[in-house]
């Protein structure tokens, strides 16, 4: 049964550091691009980061450039966010999701070519 589980999500003050895991069951990882997506309350889901099954290339959102770093471990079937100086404005919910498969497709953020999602992880940035 295919799957997708986030955790590592928390309470953090501002400049912490969280490092969220997404552990995939069912299919495997490394043939598939990754991402990983947010949403915050009254707010729409959008993308964070994402990491390509070819040649691991990754994106990130402006946002977030220079402070989280997506990394693929595809002996254990996971996806890791290492999310550091994190600000209030990250707070939010945090989704990882298998990107449909296309071949030599690299990863984006376009939410419909999405297939699966895992539950999502809390991540609360506060003082």
């Known amino acids: 049964q295919l799957q997708l589980v986030e955790s590592g999500g928390d309470l953090v003050q501002p400049g912490g550091s969280l490092r969220l895991s997404c552990a995939a069951s069912g299919f495997a990882l490394a043939y598939y691009n990754i991402g990983w997506f947010r949403q915050a309350p009254g707010k729409e889901r959008e993308g964070v980061s994402c990491?390509?099954?070819?040649?691991?290339?990754?994106n990130y959102a402006a946002a977030v450039k220079g402070r989280f770093t997506i990394s693929r471990d595809n002996a254990n079937n996971t996806v890791y966010l290492q999310m550091n100086n994190l600000k209030p404005e990250d707070t939010a919910i945090y989704y990882c999701?298998?990107?449909?498969?296309?071949?030599?497709?690299?990863?984006?953020?376009?939410?419909?070519?999405?297939?699966?999602w895992g539950q999502g992880t809390q991540v609360t940035v506060s003082s």
């Open positions: 990491i390509s099954s070819i040649g691991s290339s990754t």
């Open positions: 999701a298998r990107q449909t498969r296309v071949l030599g497709r690299r990863c984006d953020f376009s939410l419909a070519a999405y297939d699966s």
